[in-house]
């Protein structure tokens, strides 16, 4: 499974697994419209199988916005293989994720990536503490 441009027909199954995994209402129309933005202009990357979708990540830049992936499909190497394409692609990247997501965390520190910054959550979208994180090329 080789990461590729999402299209809009991953729409829906992309906002599915969005959904799920941030606990926010589904079918916002605001979200699907951002999405479909984000798609148009080729900022979402997706792994894709049979049945669709198993995990994407939004990317403008260094910023990774979003790394998400279907619960079914967790420790297949489908978000590790979205981050290294991501990483191939830059020399610096940085995201934000919650300070009480040990996982993602140990995830994004096992991909090279390193705590920069905290935030008392001010400014997000969840309102909870999280952590910038930076990943850099050629870093010590």
């Known amino acids: 499974m080789t990461p590729r441009r999402a299209r809009l027909w991953h729409l829906p199954a992309i906002a599915r697994i969005l959904w799920r995994e941030t606990g926010w209402p589904a079918a916002r129309r605001a979200d699907l419209a951002l999405l479909a933005r984000l798609i148009r202009r080729g900022q979402v990357r997706v792994v894709a199988g049979p049945a669709g979708p198993r995990g994407f990540i939004i990317r403008d830049g260094a910023l990774v916005h979003a790394l998400y992936t279907h619960p079914r499909a967790r420790r297949q190497g489908i978000g590790s293989r979205l981050l ?3 990483q ?6 940085e995201l934000w994720t919650g300070q009480d997501n040990g996982a993602a965390r140990a995830f994004y520190a096992r991909h090279g990536f390193y705590p920069a910054m905290l935030s008392n959550g001010e400014g997000n979208d969840d309102g909870v503490p999280d952590v910038q994180m930076i990943w850099e090329r ?3």
Not at 88 to 93: G, V
């Open 84 to 86: 290294a394409e991501a």
């Open 88 to 93: 191939e692609a830059a020399h610096r990247l």
């Open 138 to 140: 050629n870093a010590p």
